[in-house]
């Protein structure tokens, strides 16, 4: 809401400052009809860029119509002589070109300095998933043996603890279309219906615990990041099914999925618990591929319990600087067949000794 009061009070100022000139313009000029429907398109216009374009978007469009508007004699003059000479239309047409293509040309290379890229991104982020963002990191990485600027970021309203993702910015001249970026957000927008949808499957086999997922985001290598194809339209469906396709060179997004169980069970229950266990797996080699499932409990002497565990306190334990607690797992993956790469069961997941 802030950044759109912003836009359209950099609009309104404009507006005001450029009233006299204006005014002016309509009163001089021998084909007023030009002067006319210019001052209707820019009225026509404004509440457009209020909605679509970002706030830098609106700052650099309103910089090159004030400058075409003080320069307007100049720029007419100019085009006079152009139309005059032989082929003169052409040339008058090339030169509109020439001139978009050294504004686009010089927010290309705007976007690739260190000022600029965080911009760049927070435009590209905009446009592809219509909100407000903040960049909150920088730094480089090597992708391949090329190196990569990558940038952290959050959305306005989000947690930064919780909803923090990566944008890897594409060694492109692209100023704002999904050439520009890829980027991890759409792991943060189908989080809860993941987890939804795992829930569902668990309940059938324990009744108290809570599930968390999360994508490994480490931005070293390029399958970190998801299809450039995913956005707010794409649903957990169509994502299973991307997954699925092995021509897709970005399907291998491995999913993090954590369920901590409330209580921990007794080691006479062990072949029990381990069966349930197996039997989830088995529900879930029929739909998921690339995850990692860990089957979790807190122990009595534990730092933390299962009571005290929310998403914030989550992210916050899965935090390598912050790995000072230590449940007990049973764990198990799946590859991108579906195929059970390791099943492993820590004999502290269960009570050893009982009262």
Aim: net charge neutral.
């Amino acid at each position: 809401m802030t950044n759109i009061l912003l836009k359209a009070l950099f609009i309104l100022l404009v507006m005001v400052l450029l009233c006299r000139p204006y005014i002016g313009w309509v009163k001089s000029c021998s084909k007023k009809v030009i002067p006319i429907l210019t001052g209707i398109f820019a009225l026509a216009i404004s509440p457009i860029m209020v909605i679509f374009l970002t706030l830098f978007e609106v700052l650099f469009c309103l910089s090159v119509v004030v400058l075409l508007f003080l320069f307007r004699k100049h720029i007419s003059n100019f085009m006079k002589k152009i139309l005059s000479k032989k082929f003169g239309k052409l040339l008058a047409t090339g030169s509109v070109f020439l001139f978009v293509f050294v504004l686009w040309f010089g927010l290309a290379v705007f976007y690739r300095t260190d000022i600029g890229m965080p911009i760049g991104v927070q435009n590209y982020l905009f446009h592809k998933y219509h909100e407000e963002f903040d960049v909150n990191g920088f730094f480089g990485a090597t992708i391949a043996g090329h190196p990569t600027n990558q940038l952290t970021c959050c959305p306005k309203d989000g947690n930064p603890t919780t909803d923090a993702f990566n944008v890897v910015r594409k060694n492109t001249f692209s100023i704002g279309s999904r050439r520009f970026a890829s980027d991890n957000y759409y792991g943060i927008i189908i989080r809860d219906d993941y987890e939804k949808y795992v829930s569902d499957i668990v309940s059938k086999y324990f009744d108290e615990f809570k599930v968390f997922v999360r994508f490994e985001f480490s931005g070293l290598s390029n399958t970190k990041y998801m299809s450039d194809e995913f956005d707010k339209n794409t649903s957990l469906e169509d994502f299973f099914n991307y997954q699925k396709n092995s021509d897709n060179i970005r399907a291998c997004n491995y999913a993090s999925i954590d369920i901590f169980l409330k209580e921990q069970p007794a080691f006479r229950d062990k072949d029990n618990v381990i069966k349930k266990i197996q039997s989830f797996c088995s529900d879930l080699q029929n739909k998921l591929i690339y995850v990692n499932v860990d089957f979790a409990v807190f122990d009595k002497d534990s730092k933390y319990n299962y009571d005290s565990l929310t998403v914030d306190t989550y992210y916050a334990w899965n935090n390598p600087n912050n790995w000072d607690y230590s449940p007990q797992y049973i764990t198990f993956g799946l590859n991108h067949k579906s195929e059970i790469i390791y099943f492993v069961v820590d004999e502290q997941f269960f009570i050893l000794k009982e009262k």
